[in-house]
């Protein structure tokens, strides 16, 4: 089926390690997205690609790094985890004008 | 102020109601508009635009409201499976090279048999 593909699906850190969220789509969408999602807060946008070779910073992107490899692939690297980092973390695509294709999601906890 | 804000709920409502949320927006420039669902424990899913003229989906309809800024997605009779959280999106300065998506926190929703 077509859409977004996020790995792993679950994972735990312990404070310090690094790790990186893979996050591949296929529907040809320019822009790719990360966000994180908390109780109360909402989903928070970290970092955006708006096409490939661009990535740029969004709402929350301190601790965090990004690298569009290509069209198809978006990744999320955290390189030194900390306990505020635990949250749930969704990949998106879009295509002009249309809604948000996301990813089935990563639940991350640093302990 | 936020500038997407949702009410948070829950709304309980019996099976066959009728229910209507709303999203107020801040920036009177937005452009676009969206309404998604999300499942517990799942990703948020795009339910359907919101029109200028507004739109319906089957039991689902969608309006917009630029004077008093804010959307609406009504809900007729109510099923035990539209229980989820409903995701407002609005977005803006898509011409302009500030461009910008911002989600409402989502209202919660509880269909009860």
């Known amino acids: 089926n077509a859409g977004v593909t996020q790995t792993p699906k679950f994972q735990v850190l312990k404070t310090g390690q690094s790790m990186t969220l893979q996050c591949a789509q296929d529907?040809?969408?320019?822009?790719m997205y990360w966000y994180r999602q908390d109780p109360g807060m909402g989903l928070r946008l970290i970092y955006y690609?708006?096409?490939?070779?661009?990535?740029d910073k969004g709402e929350v992107p301190n601790g965090y790094n990004v690298s569009r490899l290509n069209k198809r692939e978006f990744s999320l690297r955290l390189e030194s985890a900390a306990p505020s980092q635990t949250s749930v973390y969704f990949c998106?695509?879009?295509?002009?004008?249309?809604?948000?294709?996301f990813g089935s999601g990563t639940r991350l906890t640093v302990v | 102020r936020k500038e997407v804000e949702q009410d948070p709920g829950p709304f309980n409502v019996p099976e066959g109601a009728t229910v209507a949320f709303n999203c107020t927006y801040s920036n009177s420039a937005s452009q676009s508009f969206f309404w998604y669902r999300q499942d517990c424990r799942k990703e948020p899913k795009l339910l359907m635009s919101?029109?200028?003229s507004g739109n319906e989906d089957g039991r689902f309809t969608a309006q917009l409201n630029r004077a008093s800024q804010y959307i609406s997605l009504l809900i007729r009779d109510s099923k035990l499976s539209d229980s989820a959280t409903y995701l407002c999106a609005v977005s803006w300065g898509a011409t302009s090279g500030t461009y910008k998506y911002i989600f409402g926190t989502g209202t919660r929703l509880k269909v009860l048999a």
């Open positions: 529907m040809n969408h320019n822009s």
């Open positions: 998106a695509s879009r295509s002009a004008g249309v809604g948000y294709t």
């Open positions: 690609s708006a096409s490939e070779g661009t990535t």
């Open positions: 919101v029109y200028s």
